[in-house]
Antibody
Framework: QVQLVESGGGVVQPGRSLRLSCAAS????????MHWVRQAPGKGLEWVAL????????YYLDSVKGRFTISRDNSRNMVYLQMNSLRAEDTAVYYC???????????WGQGTLVTVSS | DIQVTQSPSSLSASVGDRVTITCRAS??????LNWYQQRPGRAPSLLIY???SLHSGVPSRFSGSGSGTDFTLTINSLQPEDLATYYC?????????FGQGTKLEIK
């Protein structure tokens, strides 16, 4: 069965960096696009980033462009989100998610909480 | 960016009722509209993709319709376990925007 396990969340001061990791199993990882989606406390879902199956293309939410970088290691079935220059408004649960055939998310991880606070 | 407007923001219905949630995109998105369910305290899960295709394991009381800019999620014969917040999402073009969510309560 598909499993996505996020790690790396925690409390970080504004302006600092954090790297989230996602370990994937149960599917052909090197054939699947991968997303990060976030959800601020008590708020709705917000798509953050997408990386193609081979890493050749990456797409970002405008508010994280230049600060966040999505990457993947197909030899280790891992996807990452490097988050720099963090702001209070980046506080959220971050979900790692597997892409279906046309952009939609067909499987989600359980999420990891990132809190940006001084 | 494509904006997605979902309505209503909340609704209350009884077991056995038929429930409809709508989603409107700010521009043409063909059939690239998906629906997710998020039960309290849980990660979201996929219900419907490509406007009307039911994800594996999703009960047949859930259905989706529409095209272009206007879309609908219908839940027939509402069940207690359908208590959740429902989100639509367009995947026509990045950023892949979500609707604001519809919180469904069971009377």
């Amino acid at each position: 069965q598909v499993q996505l396990v996020e790690s790396g969340g925690g409390v970080v001061q504004p302006g600092r960096s954090l790297r989230l990791s996602c370990a994937a199993s149960g599917f052909a990882f090197s054939s699947a696009g991968m997303h990060w989606v976030r959800q601020a406390p008590g708020k709705g879902l917000e798509w953050v980033a997408l990386i193609w199956y081979d890493g050749s293309n990456r797409y970002y939410l405008d508010s994280v462009k230049g600060r966040f970088t999505i990457s993947r290691d197909n030899s280790r079935n891992m996807v990452y989100l490097q988050m720099n220059s963090l702001r209070a408004e980046d506080t959220a649960v971050y979900y790692c998610a597997k892409e279906g055939l046309s952009g939609y998310v067909n499987y989600w991880g359980q999420g990891t909480l990132v809190t940006v606070s001084s | 960016d494509i904006q997605v407007t979902q309505s209503p923001s909340s609704l209350s219905a009884s077991v056995g009722d038929r429930v409809t949630i709508t989603c409107r995109a700010s521009q043409y998105i063909n059939i690239y509209l998906n629906w997710y369910q998020q039960r309290p305290g849980r990660a979201p899960s996929l219900l419907i993709y490509g406007t009307s295709s039911l994800h594996s394991g999703v009960p047949s009381r859930f259905s989706g319709s529409g095209s272009g800019t206007d879309f609908t999620l219908t839940i027939n014969s509402l069940q207690p376990e359908d208590l959740a917040t429902y989100y639509c999402q367009q995947t026509h073009s990045t950023p892949y925007t979500f609707g604001q969510g519809t919180k469904l309560e069971i009377k």
